[in-house]
């Protein structure tokens, strides 16, 4: 049960870090609002792990894996964050969720991995799920979600790349350079396109790393308490949280294909880990 509640407060925070970003992409440069997370979620996380492991994490086995899925979620979130100054904060992280699709495709596409039948059907309907959310057609559709689509890619491969490094390298370390690789490119790259925030815009710069650190360490501290298959599903929680916060803080109108693709989607992935987890616990049971 603490596994689950830890891991609902994390992808709660995860939708507030999102509503944080679109509010912020109205006062600064999204250049800035990147800066802000990144930055500061690389402090507040690196100086809880020394107070809590020593420097030890500093070191890392696989600092090209590690730079590489650091830049992975980097891209992902630049891509995110310049679609949230355009489009609903719950259509974008509806579409989001099709990473999680995308990784079961890139598993058959780059490791070779099998899947039945089941499954293939499962994909299909999470990309209906995602055309549905998109809303198709020459009058509606909403160009800035294909940023999201983008953003997904690379956040299916930023999952792909935990994977491989998961039982290679120390946690801590996985989890510094999240964020760090991130924070030391945007603090060169904020350099000549920084405008002075007011102090509204900067305590929100402060908060949104703030709020992206504790969700990071509130999916670690549930993870502690049960195994990742098992508590993944209830990430899924960010949507819902996503969809409440576009109503209450934006004004935004839910749309009923929202709502529809969103269902799908998380059907879909649901389906899918399922699968995976009655696949492995036959191996296992060989």
């Known amino acids: ?84 100054a355009h489009v609903p904060l719950a259509d974008a992280t509806a579409v989001m969720f099709v990473a ?18 089941h499954r293939i059907a499962a994909v299909i309907a999470g990309f209906v799920g995602m055309l549905v959310i998109l809303r198709p057609g020459v009058a509606s559709i909403e160009p800035a979600l294909f940023l999201v689509v983008i953003a997904a890619i690379f956040n299916a491969t930023y999952y792909m790349l935990t ?4 039982g290679r390298e120390d946690s801590a370390s996985t989890m510094f350079n999240t964020s ?26 402060i908060a949104i790393g703030c709020t992206g650190a504790f969700a990071h360490f509130m999916l670690v501290r549930g993870f502690s308490y049960a195994s990742a298959s098992l508590l993944s599903p209830f990430l899924y929680v960010q949507v819902l949280v996503a969809s409440i916060l576009t109503v209450v803080v934006f004004g935004d109108p839910l749309h009923k294909t929202t ?12 389906y899918i880990w399922w699968r995976e987890n009655r696949t492995r616990a036959k191996a296992l049971a060989r």
Not at 49 to 60: A, D, E, N, Q, W
Not at 100 to 117: D, Q
Not at 182 to 205: D, E, F, K, N, R
Not at 259 to 270: D, E, F, M, Q, R
Request: positive net charge.
């Open 180 to 205: 760090a690789p991130g924070a030391v490119v945007l603090s060169l790259v904020v350099i000549p396109l920084w405008q002075a925030p007011s102090p509204t815009a900067l305590a929100l710069m």
């Open 1 to 84: 049960m603490n596994g689950i509640l830890f891991t609902l407060a994390a992808g709660t925070c995860f939708a507030m870090q999102d509503s944080i970003g679109k509010y912020l992409t109205g006062l600064v440069p999204v250049i800035q609002v990147l800066w802000g997370r990144y930055l500061f979620q690389t402090l507040v996380t690196g100086t809880v792990l020394t107070l809590t492991r020593g420097p030890g994490f500093l070191k890392t086995t696989h600092p090209v894996l590690q730079l590489t899925r650091g830049l992975c979620l980097l891209s992902a979130t630049t891509l995110m964050y310049t679609a949230l």
């Open 100 to 117: 999680p699709i995308l990784v079961t495709v890139f598993s058959v596409l780059f490791l070779k991995e099998r899947i039945g039948i």
């Open 259 to 270: 709502a529809i693709g969103a269902l799908i989607l998380v059907a879909s992935g649901l």
């Open 163 to 166: 994977r491989r490094l998961a």
